[in-house]
């Protein structure tokens, strides 16, 4: 069976209307569907009885199911999802003064072993569809009662190595007709896939750019992250430069604070190094969350301060970002290892 969020607007249109339909139901279905997070077509009750059969005989508009939830004291709620074959991927809620962050999933597991992220310890499985990129959304609008106002691609996967899909869901979340929510409220966080910055560049939508970064060395950052090997500094560095140029847009360079790897002062003098010279850079700095399979751990306060009043200093927009869920499974990828290893 088919998934109707696969298709577009114009595609359901034309569905229709050789079904012998006015396409004009094609705008009903997007509003209860994306709007009033419809489930099921009988709830849409504009739609003639005769259409809703054939549309529910041939579309199905949900095909997760929800294998595991957990609920942070901070109200942080945590999501793993069975798809229709099986695999698993997980999606957030983090609620926040003034907005409700839905972060989401782009792949079953990872190709990219960075090696602070469960994610990647199973390795990949497959691409997500369009149509389960914007599912997430929908049951996260759900269970937020309707009050999702941001959502962020750094759930499972990298969604600059699925860019079809992930832009064809970020349309429809941006649409008018579908999500409706504003392309500045949507992030796309990628490990540095230049031939995916360098596209993303050219597409008429203000979306938000972020990069794991995670170290300024490149042994280091190899180290964290194989993806380095492939895509060095030097070389994303100077994509990044050609975007912001480009698009005029700001790009957020996310670090995770590692104990004893990349969170002393030689390590904040190289971030320092490398982005004095990138206009419209902002640093976001997140102490690690402790993974016991991983044996890493974030570094002491007084460390976390010096490194943060070092990038200040130094000219640097940088952010400290409270770490959220840490008393459930929510570092990427947790909740979905601890449930395989189950
Ligand atoms: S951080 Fe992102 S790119 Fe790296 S392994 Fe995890 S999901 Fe993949």
């Known amino acids: 069976m088919q998934d109707i969020k696969e298709l577009s607007l114009k595609e359901l249109e034309d569905k229709l209307f050789s079904l012998g339909n006015p396409k ?40 997760l199911t929800l294998a595991d939830k957990q609920v942070s004291s901070d109200r942080t709620v945590k ?21 409700v962050t839905g972060c ?19 390795g990949f499985k497959r691409n997500l569809s369009a149509g389960e990129i914007l599912e997430q959304v929908l049951y996260l609008k759900n269970a937020s009662g309707g009050k999702l106002t941001h959502i962020v691609f750094m759930g499972t996967g990298e969604p600059l ?9 970020v349309r429809l979340i941006n649409s008018p007709q579908g999500f409706n929510i504003g392309a500045r409220r949507i992030t796309i966080s990628t490990c540095g896939i230049i031939p995916g910055i360098k596209r993303l560049q050219d597409e008429d939508l ?22 380095n090997n492939k895509y060095p500094l030097g070389e994303l560095m100077k994509c990044c430069r050609e975007y912001t140029a480009k698009t005029n847009r700001q790009i957020t360079f996310e ?4 104990r004893d790897l990349n969170a002393d002062l030689a390590a904040a003098q190289s971030l320092a190094a490398w982005l004095k010279d990138l206009k419209l850079a902002k640093i976001n700095l997140i102490p690690a969350n402790a993974v016991a399979e991983l044996k890493i751990s ?19 927009t940088v952010t400290l970002r409270r770490e959220r869920g840490q008393d459930i499974s929510a570092a990427c990828g947790q909740l979905r290892l601890k449930y395989e290893k189950n």
Not at 255 to 258: M, N, R, S, T, V
Request: contains cysteine; proline residues 4%; aromatic residues 12%.
């Open 255 to 258: 670090y995770i604070l590692i």
């Open 206 to 227: 203000q979306i938000e750019l972020s990069i794991s970064l995670h170290s300024a060395q490149d042994k280091v950052r190899s180290r964290l992250m194989p993806v």
């Open 298 to 316: 974030p570094p002491g306060r007084a460390q976390i301060n010096t490194f943060k009043t070092y990038l200040s200093k130094a000219g640097l």
């Open 104 to 122: 989401i999933s782009s792949q079953a597991g990872c190709k990219f072993a960075c090696n602070f992220c469960a994610s990647g310890l199973k």
């Open 79 to 99: 999501f793993l999802f069975e798809l229709v074959d099986k695999n698993r991927v997980e999606a957030v809620i983090i609620p926040a003064p003034g907005r």
């Open 24 to 63: 004009y139901y094609a705008r009903d279905i997007f509003r209860w569907i994306y709007q009033k997070g419809a489930l099921d077509f009988n709830r849409i009750s504009s739609l003639p009885a005769t259409l809703r059969e054939k549309l529910s005989a041939e579309f199905r508009i949900t095909g």
């Open 161 to 169: 190595d699925n860019y079809d899909n992930v832009l064809k869901a």
